[in-house]
């Protein structure tokens, strides 16, 4: 379930999902390393390729990108390396898709690029540091893409009104509860929305027709890498976003991040073990709600890749 090891090159891009010549929107996308093939989150990836689809948006998958460093950019790598990587994904969108905005599915991703383009942008020696590093490859920093994170595209480009129309098969029945973490929240996060209770995925649960429950543990951090390196404060931190869950009413957690699905997912069955707890709440991505939502298969939404079964959403999707 983590992602695999991977080197900076790779091979030539898949040829963009477009299935109508007249996209309203069209993206380059940054699928990061959590969502490539074999790794952790690549139902998310699959899920949001058959969104997209359903959605008429074009998202066309950036050139040879690479890891934006957000995982190990921290471990004494020094500070150059860590911005040149990110800067590298901007540049190699410049070059092979200009006028393109860059959209990343991963919110570590997403932040850890918005970071470096904030810092690149109003620091002039950061700039030519990271340009004289870049200059190896024959590329260039421009600053002229923003990077947007792919809940920004759905709610601030199309509108909750143009998601609610592809709805065929309304999530009915089911309670979910909005889990956004903290890396979606802060410092950036939807324009608009309160950090503290942001209520958008509350609203994406109900454009779909599935019923959003309040819940209290919408921003609390998931322990993130202290998963490996602590786990006795990450599983405490999961335990409370799992039993609030169920305090609340909830079938189902939802979330726009791969570490918060990963971890909140997989360690349910370690705290059981450990505590005597029975939690088995499923843990999805807001891509593979809307996709079952717009008629798709359980396998176009990724849903056979769930450690914990979503079996009512399973069961609309078969209808």
């Known amino acids: ?30 699928p990061g390393c959590s969502s490539q093939k074999g790794a952790s989150a690549s139902n998310y990836l699959t899920s949001v390729n058959a969104m997209c689809d359903k959605l008429d948006v074009t998202i066309t998958e950036i050139p040879d990108w690479n890891c934006c460093g957000a995982s190990i950019g921290y471990a004494e790598g020094g500070e150059l390396p860590r911005l040149a990587l990110s800067a590298r994904n901007f540049a190699l ?13 991963c ?53 909750y009104d143009a998601l609610k129309q592809p709805v065929v098969k309304p999530l009915q029945g089911i309670k979910f509860a909005g889990y956004v973490g ?18 958008y995925l509350d609203k994406l ?25 602590e786990p006795e404060k990450s599983q405490k931190q999961i335990r409370d976003i799992v039993e609030s869950a169920y305090d609340h009413g909830a079938e189902m957690i939802v979330t726009p991040c791969p570490l918060c699905q ?6 349910q069955s370690e705290i059981n073990k450990k505590q005597g707890t029975k939690f088995s709440m499923p843990v999805l991505y ?26 009512k959403l399973e069961e609309i999707a078969k209808k």
Request: aromatic share 6%; proline share 5%.
């Open 107 to 159: 919110a570590a991703c997403w932040l850890a690029q918005r970071e470096v383009k904030e810092r690149l942008d109003h620091s002039e020696v950061l700039l030519k540091e990271t340009n004289e590093a870049l200059a190896a490859a024959g590329l260039q920093y421009q600053g002229t893409t923003p990077i947007r994170h792919m809940v920004e595209v759905l709610i601030e480009d199309l509108g």
């Open 1 to 30: 379930r983590r992602a695999r090891s991977r080197t900076a090159r790779r091979a030539p891009p898949s040829k963009p999902r477009r299935r109508n010549q007249r996209a309203k929107k069209e993206y380059a996308l940054y």
């Open 205 to 229: 649960v109900e454009t779909v027709g599935g019923e959003a429950v309040p819940y209290d543990q919408k921003v609390t951090c998931c322990g993130g890498a202290l998963a490996f390196s």
């Open 286 to 311: 807001y891509s593979q709600l809307m996709t079952v939502a717009y008629g798709g298969s359980a396998k176009e939404a990724g849903l056979d890749g769930q450690l914990i079964k979503a079996t």
């Open 262 to 267: 990963a971890n909140v997912e997989i360690y």
């Open 182 to 199: 903290c890396q979606t929240n802060r410092p950036f996060g939807i324009a608009g929305e309160s950090f503290e209770n942001p209520v």
């Open 93 to 105: 969108a410049e070059t092979h898709m200009p006028g393109k905005q860059m959209v990343a599915t």
